[in-house]
């Protein structure tokens, strides 16, 4: 008889715990749903910010507090301590973790800069030229980490620097004017031999107010060309303007007008700070083009991938290599993080990247 109604016991008490998960359960799914429903992933960055804070902060302490309870009624109901000690573990833990993924989505993987190397043959080129591709460095304010990024660039020792834009994106205190100086610094540091090009993006328009030479050695290209003498032959660089990148009509009509100034035995390299205008330029001369601004999603879901990418290119093109017809393409799912509406930097399954792109000369078939 003891047996049983220690049996009964313990299924009344894993029934109650049962019951207040589900209910926990049901809020959880309801408020991330009206995230989701109200234009989250349109993006929304004030709504993704409220769903970070709510998943990661508010969540989390209202489990350590229903835990509380679950153990102040194991002081009450002694018959049944040892059922209710174990549901009240068990939300904290859950608690425990969630703050341990608000840690590492804020403030581990966001700084875990990993390198891509990637090897492209051409029969443009006669000697090899290491080309960097970085993009959305988006700095809140310059700090050890920016230092780091451009100490890791000085150490792959590249030819070329192209950069598809989002340099700052500052933060309170922090202004554009106390910033720009510091990560020019950074960016005459780590200079190249073939010299460093970018695009305008998103977050500085600051820039297009700044005269070339002080900006220098930093080039922008905005629906502007340079050819580039690498000694073993020449790159051919094409830079849209931000709205160019995103607008594929008018991306096409720039493009078309530089390919008719742009000799055949060059090396093409057409850059934007959006993918979108890839959607465009698949069937046309072009060897490589290159573009940053949907951080690869930042957040991304196993067996999903990313959630957001402010894009119409395919979600599998938001970052990485591949060819999309006659040219390459290489989106960046970037060196920083979205800033946007006081986000924190903030990544999942998605580290923040450059990529050595190594273009060498054809070999020989026999």
Same mark, same amino acid.
Request: hydrophobic share 45%; glycine share 8%.
């Given at each position: 008889?003891?047996?049983?109604?220690?049996?009964?016991?313990?299924?009344?008490?894993?029934?109650?715990?049962?019951?207040?998960?589900?209910?926990?359960?049901?809020?959880?799914?309801?408020?991330?749903?009206?995230?989701?429903? *109200?234009?989250? %992933?349109?993006?929304?960055?004030?709504?993704?910010?409220?769903?970070?804070?709510?998943?990661?902060?508010?969540?989390?302490? =209202?489990?350590?507090?229903?835990?509380?309870?679950?153990?102040?009624?194991?002081?009450?109901? &002694?018959?049944?301590?040892?059922?209710?000690?174990?549901?009240?573990?068990?939300?904290?833990?859950?608690? #425990?973790?969630? !703050?341990? !993924? &608000?840690?590492? #989505?804020?403030?581990?993987?966001?700084?875990?800069?990993?390198?891509? +190397?990637? +090897?492209?043959?051409?029969?443009?080129?006669? *000697?090899?030229?290491?080309? %960097?591709?970085?993009?959305?460095?988006?700095?809140?304010?310059?700090?050890?980490?920016?230092?780091?990024?451009?100490?890791?660039?000085?150490?792959?020792?590249?030819?070329?620097?192209?950069?598809?834009?989002?340099?700052?994106?500052?933060?309170?205190?922090?202004?554009? /004017?106390?910033?720009?100086?510091?990560?020019?610094?950074?960016?005459?540091?780590?200079?190249?031999?073939?010299?460093?090009?970018? #695009?305008?993006?998103?977050?500085?328009?600051?820039?297009?107010?700044?005269?070339?030479?002080?900006? =220098?050695?930093?080039?922008?290209?905005?629906?502007?060309? /340079?050819?580039?003498?690498?000694?073993?032959?020449?790159?051919?660089?094409?830079?849209?303007?931000?709205?160019?990148? *995103?607008?594929?009509?008018?991306?096409? +009509?720039?493009?078309?007008?530089?390919?008719?100034?742009?000799?055949?035995?060059?090396?093409?390299?057409?850059?934007?700070?959006?993918?979108?205008?890839?959607?465009?330029?698949?069937?046309?001369?072009?060897?490589?083009?290159? =573009?940053?601004?949907?951080?690869?999603?930042? #957040?991304?879901?196993?067996?999903?991938?990313?959630?957001?990418?402010?894009?119409?290119?395919?979600?599998?093109?938001?970052?990485?290599? &591949?060819?999309?017809?006659?040219?390459?393409?290489?989106?960046? =799912?970037?060196?920083?993080?979205?800033?946007?509406?006081?986000?924190?930097? %903030?990544?999942?399954?998605?580290?923040?990247?450059?990529?050595?792109?190594?273009?060498?000369?054809?070999?020989?078939?026999?």
């Amino acid at each position: 008889m003891a047996d049983v109604a220690t049996r009964s016991k313990w299924r009344g008490t894993w029934k109650m715990g049962g019951a207040s998960a589900f209910l926990v359960f049901v809020y959880v799914v309801a408020r991330n749903y009206s995230y989701v429903h *109200k234009g989250m %992933l349109k993006p929304n960055f004030g709504l993704i910010q409220q769903a970070y804070d709510f998943n990661l902060w508010q969540l989390p302490m =209202a489990l350590f507090g229903i835990a509380a309870v679950w153990g102040t009624l194991a002081l009450i109901w &002694r018959r049944q301590r040892k059922g209710l000690v174990w549901i009240a573990l068990l939300y904290a833990f859950v608690a #425990v973790d969630l !703050l341990a !993924l &608000r840690h590492y #989505v804020t403030s581990v993987e966001p700084q875990r800069l990993i390198v891509h +190397r990637v +090897r492209l043959q051409t029969p443009k080129l006669t *000697k090899p030229v290491r080309l %960097l591709h970085i993009s959305d460095i988006q700095s809140g304010g310059i700090t050890d980490y920016e230092a780091a990024i451009f100490a890791q660039i000085q150490a792959l020792e590249p030819d070329l620097i192209l950069n598809t834009g989002d340099f700052l994106q500052v933060v309170p205190p922090a202004t554009f /004017a106390s910033e720009l100086p510091k990560l020019l610094a950074l960016i005459r540091a780590a200079n190249p031999r073939l010299g460093t090009y970018g #695009v305008f993006g998103d977050t500085e328009r600051e820039l297009y107010g700044i005269p070339a030479d002080q900006l =220098a050695p930093l080039t922008m290209l905005s629906s502007r060309s /340079a050819q580039i003498d690498t000694g073993g032959g020449v790159i051919h660089l094409h830079g849209l303007s931000l709205y160019q990148s *995103k607008n594929q009509i008018w991306a096409t +009509r720039s493009v078309e007008q530089w390919l008719e100034t742009s000799g055949q035995d060059t090396f093409r390299i057409l850059f934007g700070h959006a993918p979108d205008y890839s959607l465009k330029v698949g069937e046309m001369p072009i060897d490589l083009c290159l =573009a940053g601004h949907t951080h690869g999603g930042q #957040v991304r879901l196993p067996w999903y991938g990313p959630l957001v990418i402010d894009s119409e290119v395919p979600s599998d093109w938001a970052r990485g290599f &591949r060819r999309i017809g006659i040219p390459y393409l290489n989106v960046s =799912a970037g060196a920083g993080s979205n800033r946007y509406e006081g986000l924190p930097p %903030l990544r999942f399954n998605c580290p923040t990247e450059m990529t050595l792109i190594e273009l060498v000369p054809m070999r020989p078939s026999f």
